[in-house]
């Protein structure tokens, strides 16, 4: 177990795929290929939140001044915040070679949407599958800083700052009876819109590469960011047990059990 680092740190938080599992009359749509295969929540972690946040801003606005996008459909939606399923394949390309740059880490848990775990478990409610990703993911990774902001992209009634602190309150627990250690770090909880938040809008790219690889087979995007990412806990995959961490050393690849 590491000790506090008496620091501040800021981790800013996406989440990918959907929740949904059953349609009407209880057709699967997992099955159906109408829902997304996985749900998964990521972070993006700094030290330097201001740093990261000028570059991204400062390509931001390059690329919004830059008429040679000015007549591209989704340019409307890239103007208010980058998003890497909407921006169109040339600007993808510009911020993943920037983010290539910048000095961040990113942890990520990943849920395979299981029926039956996902009703006996969660009832299928959203509110508490995503505090579920939420608490597992850091249940070792809040006490590693004297000072953590915690940065959610707000969703509807899922994402709200009372639920995010009950899993933070829970993540905060299941370490405690884990090592037996009280956390005494200074945890602040945000709620804001990806817009307001460059930072999210990394976190956002970065999560859509491991997306990618689950949902599509596409490893293109996560192998050039996979130094950065630090942890792909792909926490249902139990055939795997104890080989279900993926790390820069153990990457994620084509011998992942298929979803």
Same mark, same amino acid.
């Given at each position: 177990m590491k000790e506090t680092e008496q620091?501040?740190?800021? &981790?800013?938080?996406?989440?990918?795929?959907?929740t949904t599992i059953l349609g009407r009359k209880g057709v699967n749509?997992?099955?159906?290929?109408?829902?997304? @295969?996985?749900?998964?929540?990521?972070y993006l972690e700094t030290k330097e939140p201001q740093k990261l946040t000028k570059a991204i801003t400062a390509l931001h606005k390059e690329i919004c001044e830059d008429d040679f996008y000015s007549g591209v459909p989704s340019m409307e939606k890239t103007r208010i915040a980058f998003h890497a399923a909407k921006d169109?394949?040339?600007?993808?390309d510009r911020v993943f070679h920037l983010l290539k740059t910048l000095d961040f880490t990113y942890y990520c848990i990943v849920l395979r949407k299981k029926e039956p775990f996902f009703?006996?478990?969660? *009832?299928? %409610?959203?509110?508490?599958?995503? @505090?579920?990703?939420?608490?597992?993911?850091?249940?070792? $990774?809040?006490?590693?800083?004297?000072?953590?902001?915690? &940065?959610?992209?707000?969703? #509807?009634?899922?994402?709200?700052? *009372?639920?995010?602190q009950s899993a933070i309150k829970s993540a905060i #627990?299941?370490?405690?009876? %884990?090592?037996?250690?009280?956390?005494?770090?200074?945890?602040?909880?945000?709620?804001? !819109?990806? %817009?307001?938040?460059?930072?999210? !809008?990394?976190? *956002? &790219?970065?999560?859509?590469?491991? !997306? $990618?690889?689950?949902?599509?087979? *596409?490893?293109? &995007?996560?192998?050039y960011l996979k130094d950065k990412i630090n942890l792909v806990h792909d926490i249902l995959d139990t055939r795997r047990h104890s080989s279900n961490y993926y790390t820069p050393k153990n990457p994620l690849d084509k011998k992942i059990d298929p979803v």
């Open positions: 620091t501040k740190a800021y &981790y800013f938080f996406d989440e990918a795929g959907d749509l997992v099955d159906s290929g109408l829902a997304s @295969k996985v749900f998964m929540v990521g169109c394949a040339e600007i993808r009703r006996s478990r969660f *009832d299928f %409610k959203d509110t508490a599958i995503y @505090k579920y990703a939420v608490e597992h993911l850091l249940e070792n $990774r809040l006490h590693l800083y004297s000072d953590i902001d915690c &940065y959610f992209s707000s969703l #509807g009634n899922v994402v709200r700052k *009372d639920t995010m #627990g299941r370490f405690k009876a %884990k090592w037996n250690k009280e956390n005494s770090s200074s945890i602040r909880i945000f709620i804001q !819109q990806s %817009k307001e938040r460059p930072l999210l !809008q990394a976190s *956002d &790219y970065v999560l859509w590469t491991i !997306q $990618r690889a689950y949902e599509k087979g *596409d490893f293109r &995007y996560y192998n």
